[in-house]
């Protein structure tokens, strides 16, 4: 049998490291049946090398322009595909006090994390300032002033970069587009310039650049263009009045392959940042989740029951929305792969598949070309390797599922599944407490994502 040879570089959607060997399913040199023998379903499963080949495919595109690639934690923010990236020299973006202790935890150097985000706490902003991190993307005149006051406290500068909302359309998913004028993120561009001198005046602040991200999974180049001169344009205009403006965040969302969709060309991507924004002698930096890691990835599930319907056959299935939330939130289509490669024939359904959760929303699409299916067979989404894991959650009290890393002819469990035993003891134990008189309440500090309290009272108070 051939074995799997790790791509250097990817072309375009090649995925060899995805193929039927023999009727089976393979991940590189495993057998996902193999791993599904081990490890019960649903589950995840990653392909390195996948990962590994996407990042080099990114990389090389960009080094030319030299941009530095952040990767988006969100997308899946295991920190075995941390760790993965880290060691390819792969900076990070992060959004939450959690992301950042993930990315530490991974061996990023903080020196290397992007902290972006439209909501972070006094808490989280201290955290960032005192383990040096790069940079901080703020996205309101609220926010500079808190990240100012926390940053005085602890006696540091905060470098401080500015989310600009340029007002572009995307032109994805209403629900992933996040540079119209009427979306949360980012402050409107014409305001920009104001806010810029106001942080580069501020003793506790650095002004370190500006940034932008305007949506996820793109496919259309031509909104990352308008944006990026957009971009080009508000600096030049803020260096003609005497601001420095040393670094450019393009942000991420570059699309993948879904559907009947190509995958953008990431060779065009890299063109347009070289033609919009080369000239400028900023130092550029990126922010992609699920270019990196999104086709990479697999959601493994057992067709529990067959079910006859008015309109064809339906596959129930033992993953559910809890599991993969893309198609119920976003309309998303991800490909299905039976573990046994299907025999075509003409009696095979188109089979809608669902999962079991309590809702109606609860069901991955329909599907053709699976063969003739059979309760107890297993079956893989596809394109799952981004915001599946990542998003998952518990709901219907049902185990936070496993997550397993191929490597060659390895695979190891880089989440273990959580269970309802574990769940409960979250639960267990919980004091009942009196509101003090005058306001507040009698008992311990809170530590993590309050809103009280500069950086230092907040460390004063681990202590
Ligand atoms: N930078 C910032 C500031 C972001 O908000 C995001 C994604 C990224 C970078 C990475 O975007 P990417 O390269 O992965 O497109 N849950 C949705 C996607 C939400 C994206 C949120 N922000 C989905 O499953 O399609």
Redesign the pocket.
Known sequence: MTKYVEEETWQDDDRRWLAYRAGALHIEDVRLGAVAAAIPTPFYCYSAGAIRSAYRTLSRALTPIDVAICY?V??NSNIAVLRLLAELGCGM?I?SGGELERALAADVPASRIIF??VGKTRAEIARAIEVGIHQI?VESAAEISVVAEVARALGKRAPVAL?VNPDVDAKT?A??T?ATKDSK?GIAIGQVADLYAQVAAAPDLEAVGVAV?I????HDMEPFRRAFSAMAELVTEMRGRGLSVPRLDL?????IASGDKPGPDIGRYAAIIAETVGHLGCKLAV?????LV?RAGLLVSELLYLKDMQDGCMGILDAGMNDL??TA??D?HHPVLPLQEPQLNDAACTYSLVGPICESSDKFGRYDGLGELRAGELLAFDLAG??GAS?SSTYNSRDLLAEVLVDGDRFRTIRRRQGIQEMLQLEHGGAWERPAPGGGVMGEPVLHGGTKGTGRELADAEQ
Do not use: C
Request: proline share 3%.
């Open positions: 988006a969100k997308a973006d959004v972006s985000g993307n989310r998913h629900k992933i996040t993120f991200h949506g996820s999974q793109i942000g991420g969302g570059i699309g922010e992609p989740g699920r270019w999104g939330m893309r939130l976003y998303a981004a915001y998003m």
